[in-house]
């Protein structure tokens, strides 16, 4: 810590730390303070892409989600008895999981679902449940990811078609409640 002296005088008129500096140093402290804070909110924050860029970061969602559905095919079409090796099956879910680990920091506020001046909807599928619930949309999202590194660490085929079942619940169960389907033929 540091003490504020007294005001004095000190030969030919000049004036010491004292009163004047106890009051005018935390003032001028709270104000540069408050200018930082200022200029620091108006900044402009580079990588903050929702802000900047919301139409990428929803193609940039889709596109990891469209990954995972073609990690996901080999893992289901296994689960309907179509012949794949162990390995690659357990390969498949372990970049499932590592993409649904990452899926749901792809949803920042403003990439919410909108409708334009023109009355077009927003390009993303999720809807607006996802912002409204979101720590069970995560919850879900990191279910899933977590039953997607079991399936990878399974030490049998039979184990990890249980597990591939658990897994293709959990994705279903997290789109039924937080993605919008296109019903339109």
Known sequence: MFRILPMRRKGRGRLTAGPMMAIAFPALLAAAIALAITARSQERVPGLTGTDHPDD????????MDGID????????AGTGKEYQLDELKA???RISTLLTAFPHLFPPQTKPTTAADGS??????????WESFDDFYGLAQAAATAALDASRAESADKFKQLGIQ???ACDGCHTKYMRVDTRP
């Not at 073609?70 to 079409?77: N, P």
């Open 167 to 169: 897994l293709r619940a």
């Open 121 to 130: 909807q927003s390009l993303t599928t999720a809807t607006l449940a996802v």
């Open 70 to 77: 073609a990690e996901m095919m080999a893992i289901d079409l």
């Open 57 to 64: 970061v929803v193609q940039a969602r889709q596109t990891v």
């Open 92 to 94: 498949h879910a372990d």
